[in-house]
Structures are given as C-alpha cells and as structure tokens.
C-alpha cells in the first residue's frame, strides 16, 4: 500500500522544491499548490486515503515503452509519457475530484489532448462540439493488443458518427490517433472539419523525492510552442537545467495531420494563472469559433490544428493525427514525418504483429471464465507497458496523479515473481541488476539511509523518486526477490547472476540482522509499507523473515560460510520466536503488533500465508491464519471501499492447495469478482476501489496498477492452472 501515507509526502518535500523551481523554472518564485483545496494533495476532494492527490482519470492505456498513453472514458489523453513509463509526462492535466456519480471533474476545461467536430448545414448554419460532449463508447479493440477504440456518436438531428482508433507503434516515439468519420444520408451536415486541441507541457526535470515536477507545478513546464508551417505542425519544446542530475536537458512533442490542416491557433493558456500576461488568445476557447492563427507563444501553452474532412460517396472521411516526442524539437520532427509516410493500416498490423509475437510465449489462467482470461491479458498489457526497457525498472503506474510513476521494490519483487512464472528471465534479470546497482553501500552511499537498504521509490534512472529514506519490508523484500529469481535460472547464467547480486544480498541481510529490537526481539522500529509513521507489525516483521532466510539460501549456493551467515541465522531464529508471541490462541492467528493502525488483517495475513510462509500448511497455526485472511478479506470486500484484496486471494491460494471443494469454490468465486466488479469496463485495476451511491464498486488512483494486476494474476494462475496463451477468436 502506498495510499494512505502518501499525503505527507509533500509537505516533506516543500523545501526540496523551493530550491528545484529556482534552478529550473522561468518562474523561480513558483512553489507546488497549496495543500489545502485545489492543491495536488487535497483532502477535501473525494476520498483523501486512496485519492490524496487527486482522482485518477484512466480508462484505457496505450504503448510501446517509450511512449505511454493513458485516455479517460472520453478519449482524453490524461497522461503522455516520454521517454519512457518513468519519465516524463508531456501533457497537462489534473483532476480535482469526483462528482455524486463518481465521475472524475478536471481544473480546467482545456486541459489534456482531444478532438472536436466543426460542421456547416445545408441550411448555411454553423456549429462545433468537442467529441468529449457527444455520446461515447471505450473499449479496446481487441484483448490481445492495448490499441484503444473510442466512438462517439452527435445527437440524431446532425448525423454524424466518430471513430477514434488510438495506437502507438512498436518501436518509434509516436502516438497515432486515426478518426474515421461517418455522415448518415439523412444528415444536414455538408461541410466538416476535424479540430485537434493539445495542452501539452512537456519538460525533462525531476526532483529528488519528490515526483512532482511533471504534473503538479506546471511552471517547471514553462517553454515555448510554435506552429510549423513547413512541417504543418504544432512543436512544444523545454530546455533546461534537470534538477535531480545538474545536467542540461531539452525535451518536445509535436503534433500534426497526416495532410496539410486548414487552420492553426499557438496560444498562451487562458486558464492557468501561472500563464505569461499578453500572450495570444487560448486555442481551447478559439476553437468553438474559428482558430485564429497565431504562430508561437511561451510560457504555458495550449495549440489547436484544423483539417477540412473529404467525405466519400459512402459519406466517409478520415483524419489522422500524429503525436510524436523526442529529446529536442528536430528529432520529434523526424519522427512525425516518418510515421506520417506509413500508411496506418501498415501501422496498425505492426502494433498486432508486435503484441502477437510477446503474448504468444505467455501462459494464462486454465480456467475461470472469459472475464477472468480477458483481465489476466490486460494484466500480461499492463506489465509490458509499465517496464522501462533501458534500466529494467518497472513503474507502479505509469500515472503522475497520483505519482506513482516510480519502481518500489516491495512490488517489484512480486513483478519479478510473475516475470520468471511467466518465462521473462532476461527481464527479471535486468530488473535485479538495476535494483543491485540502487541499493545503498559503501560504493553507492546515501546521505538518508544506512548500507543494504532501498529508497522507498525509484525513478527509472535510479534516483530516489519518493521522500521516506527507506522502509524495512523494502529490505526483507528486496533480498528475497535477488534470491528468488536465481532458482529460475539454470547452469553458467545461474551462476553469473549470483556473483552478481550476492553482494546486495548480503548488505541486506547484514543489515536486516543488526535491525532488532532488545526488548522483545522483533525488528527495530521503522518506516513500514510508506506509512510516514515508524511502527513495528508483522508487516515489517514477515518480509525480515523472509529477506534472511533467502540470504541464508543465497549463501548456501555461493559457498559461503563465513561468520556473518551465521549471524543471520541466529537473527532469524531469534526473530522467528519473538513473532511467536503474536500468535492468539483465542484467534487461531497472528496480531498485527504495534504502532501502526495502517496495514489490514488480510493483506499482511496474506503475506504470512505467502511469500513468508511461517509455517508449513498443514500447522495448525497456518490453516487458523488462512481462515482469519479469508474472514477479513471477504469482510473488506463488502465495505464501502478497499485495496489490495488480492494479497489475500494469493495467499489462500498457496494455503489452500491441493483445494477441497468448498475452498475451491471460494477461491473462483472471488477471482471471478474481482475481475468482474473491481475494473473498469475495460478491465484495469485501480490501486483502490470504491463503490457509486448505488452501491456498485468502482476502481480509483491509478489505474492500470501494476501490482495489482500482478497479484490478480499470479492468484489466477495457482486458483486454476496454467494453459498457453489463446488469442481471441483462436
């Protein structure tokens, strides 16, 4: 969990950022939002534990691995990663909070990257919309590929349809939107075009634990938009000095028809107060009249390109825009008309090609029903899309609001699990060395955290990208997932990666033995689960266990038998007996501990169960733990908002096996929920869900999340088995 503590993050931040505007912003006096209403960490909007910064506002992902699109219900884009899943968020949007409905209200009306419809009735009457107004429709155009398919439909009297067919093709920094627009016979529309609005903001600069700098301030995003004429397109370019390396940096995403537009409008943001006075009028608000064709602004920007529509005896026309990024304005250039030469049909078999060839080496769940297989691929997606190719990090959410676009070991020892279950040892690999190479040591000194420990977060390049110096299940995790993945490897590589990744083991565990508390033997107090709070519970206690009993394993396989292995087996002893004395005989299961109220019952039980497993199944003691996970978990999903459920439903679904029936039963029965009740329509995982008025649950921040989908699948994969990968229609 991260939700809960992640508020106060900001405030530990403040003076980090005080000092990163001025060395990065035009604006030096520009400081985050208040924390009060309105700011990026506001606890009057919605639910302040799970949507601290704000409601996050997905409900399709698109993707390469450099490019990383994330678009709302409307087609929206919401987020636009370049250049990769990490770093950076080109585009300005920021979400406020929720209406009655549970519907996601944005700042300001011109925010993000969408398209409208001008039109001319045979009657001489004029008129526009915004897509977004219109009634729509969202899904995916098929299981196996993240390409997204909105359509939009005007009211009766105008006629008029909009398919929006949305990709990003494999191995470029584009991002193709491909609308097709269908005028019924009986329609009064006899001229159209399509208008494309962009709010983009695009900056290379980030900030030591704190990742806020690409959604929050947008001040740091002060740069210049110019509109192209040889080129017809629109360029958003920044330049400046990156905070977190004192290096220069320069960055741009560009946009443009496929044919040459008809008109264009480069504004300065009417709505942002942090705009530069004087500048052209917004191209939002020009749009809905006529774009007036100014050619460049700086400061906050926003720009609008116009094509007319070439409708065809059938009443068909298409428009396709191209949204391309790179590191400086002429290579996003390069890029835009390279893929403006590729055909999109040609693009769009690419993109399936591509995402055949990766998914066709996966397994899914055996069994549980179509829901459950079409979640299980979206989860397979989502992975792929979330791993930053260069390091191997992969994000908990390629989402800014909430920041959660950073690499936490405590899920990605869980990925890591999954990746080898799912043959992707390379990647497993890369993620472990990437992970070896941040971990705090005499080579890789930290001012904030002792040798062997791990930041709370990482951003893709390996800074520290969240403000808790270090958290002690990080550690435990941490080593266990270094040690883990060396079991799925065989002969000299096995043997490489251990060399490898045996020195950060063994400062985790050395430290990991020096953590303990005299009193009762349990570790020392520290930063648990990214609760702001110290505390001392069986959710630091578990991964300890688990963290030394790997390293003991690791030193095992690499011959090493020097005093300090014994030592951790002495620790681990001693700590196996000090979290004995938190097994209730009246419960038939183990208390929390003490000083921290934030973790549940079944999501630390379910760790107990599995990875930890304190025990072996049959104890008495592991089959009462099971029955309190399975109580609470069910307990959780009836209350009017959770998170993490699936920690429960794997654990149980280790615990459990071989499975009678009434186990069985339990186990698909919520399996099959949480696909069906706990996703969007479109079948992603939020980190949180919460439920309408009417009672029905809805998933909220930061969805697609990673872990989420990961537990969700690796507890199909023990609930029922494992088959070969099946493509729709097959």
């Excluded at 529509?309 to 996003?332: H, K, S, V």
């Amino acid at each position: 969990m991260k939700s809960s503590a992640a508020r106060p993050g900001l405030a530990v931040g403040l003076t980090v950022l005080a000092a990163a505007a001025g060395a990065a912003a035009t604006h030096a006096a520009i400081l985050p939002p208040s924390l009060g209403p309105g700011g990026c960490d506001d606890p009057t909007q919605g639910n302040a534990d799970f949507e601290a910064y704000g409601p996050t506002d997905v409900n399709v992902q698109a993707g390469n691995g450099r490019v990383t699109v994330n678009e709302n219900a409307v087609g929206t884009i919401t987020v636009f990663k370049y250049p990769d899943p990490s770093l950076f968020n080109l585009v300005k949007y920021f979400a406020i909070k929720r209406d009655a409905a549970g519907r996601v209200q944005v700042q300001y009306p011109n925010e993000g990257s969408f398209a409208g419809v001008r039109w001319t009735t045979r009657s001489g009457k004029d008129g526009f919309a915004w897509l977004r107004d219109w009634r729509s429709h969202q899904r995916y155009l098929s299981p196996d590929s993240p390409v997204a398919l909105t359509t939009y439909r005007s009211p009766r009297a105008l006629g008029l349809r909009v398919r929006d067919t949305d990709l990003a093709p494999p191995h470029s920094s584009r991002y193709i939107r491909q609308f097709r627009v269908t005028r019924r016979k009986a329609s009064p529309v006899r001229r159209a075009s399509l208008v494309y609005f962009g709010n983009f903001n695009p900056t290379a600069t980030h900030l030591p634990l704190l990742p806020v700098s690409d959604w929050c301030v947008s001040a740091l995003g002060d740069g210049s938009a110019s509109y192209e004429a040889a080129d017809h397109a629109i360029v958003n370019s920044w330049s400046g000095t990156d905070v977190a390396t004192a290096t220069q940096r320069s960055m741009a995403v560009t946009f443009g028809f496929a044919r040459t537009d008809s008109a264009h409008q480069v504004g300065a943001d009417g709505y942002d107060s942090a705009a530069l006075p004087g500048g052209p009028p917004d191209a939002y608000d020009q749009a809905q009249s006529g774009l007036g064709g100014s050619d460049s602004a700086s400061g906050q920007t926003d720009a609008a390109l116009e094509q007319r529509l070439r409708f065809d005896r059938r009443g068909r026309a298409r428009a396709r825009m191209t949204i391309a990024a790179g590191l400086d304005q002429t290579e996003a250039l390069r890029a835009l008309q390279h893929g403006r030469r590729i055909p999109f049909r040609r693009q769009l078999r690419a993109e399936t090609r591509d995402w055949h060839r990766w998914l066709s080496k996966r397994v899914l769940p055996a069994g549980g029903g179509r829901r459950v297989t079409n979640v299980a691929k979206r989860s397979l997606i989502t992975l792929r899309l979330a791993r930053a190719a260069r390091s191997g990090a992969i994000v908990a959410s390629a989402n800014t609001q909430g920041p959660y676009g950073e690499d936490w070991i405590r899920d990605g020892s869980f990925i890591n699990s999954l990746l080898d279950t799912e043959g992707l040892h390379g990647w497993v690999t890369k993620h472990n060395l990437f992970y070896a190479r941040i971990q705090a040591s005499l080579q890789h000194p930290s001012l904030i955290r002792p040798p062997g420990n791990w930041a709370m977060a990482s951003y893709s390049d390996g800074v520290d990208g969240a403000p808790i110096p270090w958290e002690i299940d990080e550690t435990g995790l941490g080593a266990w997932t270094l040690y883990d993945h060396y079991r799925h490897l065989k002969g000299p590589a096995a043997t490489k990666y251990l060399a490898a990744v045996y020195p950060a083991i063994g400062r985790a565990a050395d430290f990991l033995t020096l953590c303990r508390d005299p009193l009762n033997g349990l570790q020392c107090l520290a930063n648990e689960d990214d609760s702001f709070t110290p505390s001392q519970t069986l959710h630091g206690a578990g991964p300890v266990v688990l963290g030394l009993r790997s390293a003991i394993a690791a030193a095992r396989a690499s011959g090493d038998t020097s005093a300090r292995v014994g030592q951790w087996k002495a620790r681990l002893k001693n700590l196996r007996a000090a979290i004995e004395t938190l097994y209730d005989p009246a419960t038939h299961s183990y208390v929390a501990g003490t000083g921290n109220a934030y973790n549940v019952t079944y999501g630390d039980g379910g760790w107990l169960l599995w990875p930890v497993r304190l025990h072996p199944y049959s104890d008495p003691r592991m089959a009462g733990e099971a029955k309190a996970v399975m109580k609470a978990m069910r307990a959780s999903l009836r209350a009017p908002r959770g998170q993490y459920e699936a920690k429960a439903l794997l654990g149980l679904a280790h615990a459990w096996k071989p499975y009678s029936p009434g186990h069985r039963r339990r186990l698909q029965s919520t399996l099959r929920y949480m696909a069906g009740a706990l996703t969007t329509p479109t079948g992603l995982f939020g980190e949180s869900w919460e439920r309408h008025p009417s009672g029905h649950p809805f998933p909220v921040q930061d969805q697609p999340h990673v872990w989420e989908h990961t537990l969700f699948l690796m507890a199909a994969l023990k609930i029922e088995g494992s088959r070969p990968y099946r493509f729709a229609g097959h």
